[in-house]
Structure formats: structure tokens, C-alpha cells
């Protein structure tokens, strides 16, 4: 921990270094024009390395001021691709993770930055700390409308956050976008030029309410967007409500439930359909069992077939199934080795992916194709 002269100011470095081995493979599944043959691709794997600064400064009153740097880094190639809508080529974003500034006090915490939200609100029953971020299907297929993923897959940037203090239990969260689905690739943000009668009207607005107490966890996360644009109902318009409850055992064994309703405008709607958006239903029960320094872990998932206008598209045989299984071992409080494997398999037209693939760097599957990873790594954390 570094003291700044002369500002009282307390700084900390903290963040985690996560890497392994994968073996990714597409299937021909239930594709309607499979490839010809189908290889294995086998990759050192960087999991969202990073480095966090840090600090606080007592301004009285209690009330404290308070920053966060979050840097992402990838431990297999070197440098940074970090960005709110997906992998970069020539960009290195200092602060590509969860960066902020703000005040904090008893009536809680309030943020100025780019932010997780919404779309990890299932993090508390699917944890893991060895696993890849494809094995987290609760931000995989569970937080996508037929591969188009919601809340961005990875931070909002333009927030303004306000998370409670805990109370018996019990916190929450309120957060607003000016501009949710900003590109980085760009010079600024973009909250729209404020001519004619729709632009600038776009952003995000989500609520999350958690109680943790004990052996019971539950949560509940609404997610609105919309992007800038001169209609009033604009294409990429997103909605989304996750519920979530786990309960752990005395003898170390967690059970969850996850469902998430969500639904995105992938389309102008034809006339007929009216100005509703395209929407599905996703269930995930995730397990784990502690015993000792070993943690398994069990993950099963189906998501609904597509429902609504669905841009004139098809909503036949767009469900999916997932599942994910593994195995770590805490070789210290700070390191953790494991080995995982999870797969999704895709109905005709659907087109369910892991979580994070273009930043891992995975080949994306087309409609009816299944995919699937072993992978095998560590992670240390300071």
C-alpha cells in the first residue's frame, strides 16, 4: 500500500493473473449447410487478466472520496483489447475494466465510469475462480437473444451508478447510460446530435436488487436500452429481467436457479407485428460442491425458442441447450488450478455462443452449430 504525500490519500494494487489451455471445436449439430470437416483449435488462453488501482480519502463527515483504475491485459499475447462492444486492433485501453470516480458514505456508494451491469447478475451462483469466462453460461447463452448479446457482454460505458449500503443483507443498485452502446474505436462518445425529435434519446437505464445472509442468496436485475438513433424505436433496443436464488448446504453443497426473460428489436417490425421486440425465455440451474481444497461444478442450461417479429426471421428451432462441468483446486488462498469442459448445442436456427469468444478468440458458430471447450488453466490473484 503506497501513502501519496500530502494528500492522506491511501492507494492499493490489486487484480489477477488468469491463463491456460483450450481446445475449441465447432460440430456440424444441427447446422442446415455444415462445413465440410470440422478441427479442433488449440490456444493458450488469457481469462481477463488485469491490474486494479485503487484509493480513498477521508473528506469528513463520513464521507470519503474514493477511484477505481481497472486495466485488462492478456497474460498469453501481451496487451489489451478491451472495449464495451468487443475485441480491438490497434487500441490498448488503459482502463478497459471497471473504472470509476466517485464518493462513498453510509448512504452508499456513488460511481462515475464504465461498469459491469446487469448481464454477471448470476456470478453469485456460478463463481468459479479457475474456470475460462466460456464456462460462465449465465453471461454466455443466457444473456444473448439468439447470439446478440445483452448489455453489452461486458462493461457499459457513460454510467451513473449508485449501489446501497448493506443493510441486513440486502444491497442495491441504480444505474443510467447516457450512451450505452458507445464504439471506442472512435475519438468520443456518442449521445447523438439532439436534432430532430428522437436523437439523444437513447441510454440505458437498469435496478438490481441482492440479499446475501447465510447460506440463502437471491437477486433480481432489470435491464432498458436504447441506442441513438432518429427513430423512436430504434434497432438494438434491449429489455431484460434476471431472477436468481442459491442455497448452500452444511456439507458444501450450492444450488442455484437463474431465468432470464430478454428481448431485443433485431428488426423493423412488418406492419402487421406491431412494435413489439423479439424476445425468449432462458433457464440455468448451476450446482457446486466444496469438499476440502476441491470445488466441482455442474452447470445445466435451456434457452427458448425466439418469440415476436423477430425482424421477419425465423423463431422455429431457435432454442439451445448448454452445459458446463469442472473440477479446481485451491493450491493456496491466492492460486487455484482447474479443468473444465462445457458445450452448447444449437437447434437449426439458433445461434447461442460462450461468453467472450470474439475476445478469446474462438471461431463463431453459424446457425445450428455446436461448440465446445476443455480448457485447463490457472489463476492467482493479489
Known amino acids: 500500500m503506497l501513502a501519496a504525500p500530502g494528500a492522506?490519500?491511501?492507494?492499493?494494487?490489486?487484480?489477477?493473473?488468469?491463463?491456460?489451455f483450450e481446445m475449441y471445436k465447432l460440430g456440424a449439430g444441427n447446422a442446415a449447410t455444415p462445413a465440410a470437416s470440422y478441427h479442433y483449435e488449440p490456444r493458450v488462453s488469457d481469462q481477463s487478466s488485469?491490474?486494479?488501482f485503487s484509493g480513498t480519502q477521508d473528506l469528513g463527515g463520513g464521507t470519503r472520496a474514493w477511484f477505481q483504475l481497472d486495466s485488462r491485459f492478456q497474460s498469453d499475447v501481451g496487451g489489451s483489447t478491451q472495449t464495451n462492444v468487443g475485441a480491438t486492433t490497434g487500441i490498448n485501453l488503459w482502463a478497459g475494466g471497471n473504472t470509476g470516480v466517485g464518493l462513498a458514505g453510509n448512504w452508499g456508494?456513488?460511481?462515475?465510469?464504465r461498469w459491469d451491469l446487469h448481464y454477471l447478475e448470476f456470478i453469485p451462483i456460478e463463481f468459479g475462480y479457475a474456470g475460462s469466462l466460456q464456462?460462465?453460461?449465465?453471461?454466455?447463452?443466457?444473456?444473448?437473444?439468439?447470439?446478440s448479446v445483452i448489455a453489452n457482454g461486458t462493461r457499459t460505458p457513460n454510467v451513473i451508478m449508485w449501489d446501497s449500503a448493506n443493510m441486513?443483507?440486502?444491497?442495491?443498485?441504480?444505474?443510467?447510460?447516457?450512451?450505452f452502446a458507445t464504439n471506442l474505436t472512435g475519438v468520443s462518445s456518442n449521445e447523438g446530435s439532439g436534432k430532430g425529435a428522437n436523437n439523444s434519446n437513447g441510454g440505458a437505464l437498469t435496478a438490481a436488487v441482492r440479499y446475501a445472509r447465510g447460506p440463502l442468496g437471491l437477486g433480481a436485475s432489470?435491464?432498458?436500452?436504447?441506442?441513438?438513433?432518429?427513430?423512436?424505436?430504434p434497432i438494438g433496443e434491449q429489455r431484460s429481467l434476471r431472477l436468481w436464488g442459491g442455497y448452500t448446504l452444511p456439507m458444501g453443497l450450492k444450488v442455484g436457479l437463474g431465468f432470464d426473460n430478454s428481448q431485443r428489436r433485431v428488426g423493423a417490425s412488418p406492419a402487421n407485428e406491431g412494435d413489439s421486440l423479439t424476445k425468449r425465455n432462458a433457464f440455468m440451474v448451476p450446482a457446486s460442491y466444496v469438499f476440502g481444497s476441491h470445488t466441482a461444478f455442474l452447470t445445466l442450461v435451456k434457452v427458448g425458442k425466439l418469440s415476436g417479429p423477430n425482424?421477419?426471421?425465423?423463431?422455429?428451432?431457435?432454442?439451445?441447450?448448454?452445459?458446463?462441468?469442472?473440477?479446481?483446486?485451491a493450491l493456496s488462498k491466492l492460486a487455484t488450478f482447474g479443468v473444465f469442459y462445457a458445450k452448447i448445442d444449437n437447434k437449426a436456427n439458433a445461434a447461442y455462443q460462450f461468453f467472450s469468444l470474439s475476445a478469446n478468440g474462438g471461431t463463431i458458430p453459424a446457425a445450428g452449430e455446436s461448440s465446445a471447450q476443455l480448457y485447463t488453466g490457472?489463476?492467482?490473484r493479489f
Open 311 to 329: 425482424g421477419g426471421g425465423a423463431t422455429d428451432s431457435t432454442d439451445a441447450t448448454a452445459y458446463a462441468l469442472g473440477w479446481e483446486y
Open 50 to 52: 488485469r491490474i486494479i
Open 8 to 20: 492522506l490519500a491511501q492507494i492499493t494494487i490489486s487484480g489477477q493473473i488468469k491463463d491456460g
Open 168 to 179: 441486513g443483507g440486502v444491497t442495491a443498485r441504480v444505474a443510467y447510460s447516457t450512451a
Open 135 to 147: 464456462d460462465l453460461l449465465g453471461a454466455g447463452p443466457m444473456a444473448q437473444v439468439n447470439g
Open 109 to 113: 456508494k456513488l460511481t462515475i465510469g
Open 222 to 233: 432489470y435491464w432498458t436500452a436504447k441506442p441513438e438513433a432518429a427513430t423512436s424505436s
Open 378 to 380: 490457472f489463476s492467482y
